[in-house]
Structure formats: structure tokens, C-alpha cells
């Protein structure tokens, strides 16, 4: 008996606090926002407005660690390790996002699948190789360009209060002129992002 009253009382309470909101629905969301490339790993944030229509209108910023290109490691026959093509690239990246929930008002849950878009300012930071660190921070080449993305993921409400969206698609860093051996840095991308709704 006692088994089925707690039983009864953990029903109670978790209907009681309701389904959470469709993803679709909400005014605003600001996450961490995490970028996994074919070139890099990127950490930043992502704020997201009150929808239009199907539409969420956002904005982000995102500081990507550039790991790919033609880098590689080789040892010589006393084991010591020499960096060929090493690459010491950072991008950062200002843009405006754009959500759009494809069944919006259509699904009765919690999550919404979506396509997003995005368009901004990327911004190279490329630090000489083979010299200290202060040294590095004195002689960073700043190499300007653009950066878009194309992407379909779905966006899910943990509850009234947290969100979750994973996405994957690709994305482009179109540079001025060549960075780190390219003008182009682009790849395939999985995006996650996780934080505060506001209702």
C-alpha cells in the first residue's frame, strides 16, 4: 500500500508540472553552442528571438580551433618529433542565425525538427609557428572573410526551463586571401546546443 501511494504522489507531481512547450513555440533561447568540423572544434553562444511565424531569428558567436589542413607529425631516427605544414589557425566567427520549425503547430511533443541557415563575419587569427608564446600573441596575422551554413537537426525542450538541439550540415570560412596553406575552410559540421528557454 505504501508503494502505491509514493507511486501515486511521483504521478501526481510529474503531471502536475505538465508537458513541456514545443521548441517551436518559444519566445527565446540562449545556449552554449557547440561546433564539431571537419577542420576544427568550435565553442561559443547562440541567442535565439521571439518567433515569426515558422521563423526564429537568432544570433551567435563562435571561437573555432582549427585543427585540420595538411598538417603532419614525423619522427627522425633519434625519435625526435618535427611538425610539417603545421597549422595554427583560429577562427572566429559574428553572424545572424535563422531557424525554420518545418511542422510547426503540426506535432503534439515537446521537440521540433527544423532547418537553419546562417550567414557572418569570420575573422582569421593565424599565430606564427616554432616561436614562444608571447612572441606568438605579438605577431598574429588578422585575415578577414565571411562564413555561412546550411543545416537540419531537431530542437528538443528538456523541460519548461532547458532546451537541446543537435543539427548536422555544412559550413564555409571564405578567407580575403590564403590562411594556414587555404582561402577556404570548410567541411561537414555537427552542431549541439544546449541551454535556457524563456517561454
Same mark, same amino acid.
Given at each position: 500500500?505504501?508503494? =502505491?501511494?509514493?507511486?501515486?504522489?511521483?504521478?501526481?507531481?510529474?503531471?502536475?508540472?505538465?508537458?513541456?512547450?514545443?521548441?517551436?513555440?518559444?519566445?527565446?533561447?540562449?545556449?552554449?553552442?557547440? *561546433?564539431?568540423?571537419?577542420?576544427?572544434? &568550435?565553442?561559443?553562444?547562440?541567442?535565439?528571438?521571439?518567433?515569426? !511565424?515558422?521563423?526564429?531569428?537568432?544570433?551567435?558567436?563562435?571561437?573555432?580551433?582549427?585543427? @585540420?589542413?595538411?598538417?603532419?607529425? %614525423?619522427?627522425?631516427?633519434?625519435?625526435?618529433?618535427?611538425?610539417?605544414?603545421?597549422?595554427?589557425?583560429?577562427?572566429?566567427? +559574428? @553572424? +545572424?542565425? &535563422?531557424?525554420? *520549425?518545418?511542422?510547426?503547430?503540426?506535432?503534439?511533443?515537446?521537440?521540433?525538427?527544423?532547418?537553419?541557415?546562417?550567414?557572418?563575419?569570420? +575573422?582569421?587569427?593565424?599565430?606564427?609557428?616554432?616561436?614562444?608564446?608571447?612572441?606568438?600573441?605579438? *605577431?598574429?596575422?588578422?585575415? *578577414?572573410?565571411?562564413?555561412?551554413?546550411?543545416?537540419? !537537426?531537431?530542437?528538443?525542450?528538456?523541460?519548461?526551463?532547458? @532546451?537541446?538541439?543537435?543539427?548536422?550540415?555544412?559550413? %564555409?570560412?571564405? =578567407?580575403?586571401?590564403?590562411?594556414?596553406?587555404?582561402?577556404? %575552410?570548410?567541411?561537414?559540421?555537427?552542431?549541439?546546443?544546449?541551454?535556457?528557454?524563456?517561454?
Amino acid at each position: 500500500m505504501k508503494k =502505491f501511494i509514493l507511486l501515486f504522489i511521483l504521478s501526481v507531481a510529474v503531471l502536475s508540472a505538465g508537458q513541456p512547450k514545443s521548441m517551436a513555440e518559444i519566445h527565446r533561447f540562449t545556449a552554449l553552442d557547440v *561546433h564539431v568540423t571537419d577542420f576544427g572544434t &568550435g565553442f561559443g553562444a547562440y541567442r535565439q528571438f521571439s518567433p515569426i !511565424g515558422r521563423f526564429h531569428p537568432a544570433i551567435n558567436a563562435l571561437f573555432t580551433m582549427v585543427s @585540420g589542413g595538411d598538417e603532419y607529425t %614525423w619522427y627522425d631516427i633519434y625519435g625526435y618529433a618535427h611538425v610539417e605544414n603545421e597549422v595554427s589557425l583560429n577562427i572566429v566567427n +559574428l @553572424g +545572424l542565425n &535563422g531557424k525554420y *520549425h518545418i511542422f510547426k503547430g503540426k506535432i503534439a511533443n515537446s521537440f521540433s525538427p527544423f532547418l537553419s541557415a546562417k550567414i557572418g563575419y569570420a +575573422l582569421g587569427l593565424d599565430t606564427p609557428e616554432g616561436e614562444r608564446f608571447m612572441d606568438k600573441i605579438k *605577431h598574429i596575422d588578422r585575415v *578577414h572573410g565571411f562564413n555561412t551554413g546550411f543545416f537540419g !537537426g531537431v530542437d528538443f525542450a528538456v523541460d519548461r526551463k532547458y @532546451g537541446f538541439s543537435v543539427a548536422i550540415g555544412t559550413q %564555409w570560412n571564405v =578567407f580575403e586571401k590564403t590562411v594556414d596553406g587555404q582561402k577556404y %575552410w570548410n567541411g561537414t559540421t555537427i552542431v549541439i546546443q544546449y541551454g535556457k528557454i524563456i517561454p
